[in-house]
């Protein structure tokens, strides 16, 4: 197995890769120019490759005022046949790699809610569950009808 940084020329693969992804159908091409915005905002990916490219693990650099800059892995899938192999753990000792030059002191991993089997991996890697997320699209409505603004 190698463990490589990503190119621009594996978009078509890294296409067909996350469309194991539930709710995701990318084409190369969004995935090239996605590719291209992750470049220019540092964000780094390497790539697991046993001939082809079987598994992808992606990061950014999260910048914050409390607890400074934290290292996010924002994609992390390996291929169906290829699972339990040793090869999401390896990417992502790339990734942790990557992110501690960046100046990283912490890791944090986004795991789809409905994925059990990804919550259990993080966990035997000593990950705790933290937080929340929240998320909408942008320009959706916001209601706000259980927020209360206090007025005096």
């Known amino acids: 197995m190698r463990i490589r940084d990503v190119t621009a020329n594996d978009a ?4 067909a890769l996350l469309g194991q992804l539930s709710g995701v ?3 190369s091409r969004e995935v090239a120019d996605n590719l291209a915005a992750g470049r220019k905002a540092k964000a ?3 790539v697991a490759e046993l001939g082809d490219i079987v598994g992808c693990c992606g990061w950014a650099v999260v910048g914050t005022i409390h607890r400074g800059p934290i290292g996010r892995v924002t994609v992390l899938i390996v291929d169906k046949s290829h699972r339990r192999r ?9 990734a942790e790699t990557a992110l501690a030059k960046a100046g990283c002191r912490q890791i944090e991993a986004m795991s789809d809610i409905t994925i059990n089997n990804s919550h259990n991996f993080f966990r035997s890697l000593k990950f705790e569950q933290a937080s929340y997320r929240f998320v909408r699209a942008i320009g959706e409505e916001a209601t706000g009808e259980r927020v209360r603004h206090r007025t005096n």
């Open 12 to 15: 078509g693969s890294l296409a």
């Open 25 to 27: 159908s990318l084409g």
């Open 44 to 46: 780094g990916m390497v």
């Open 86 to 94: 040793g090869i999401g753990t390896a990417m992502l000792a790339a």
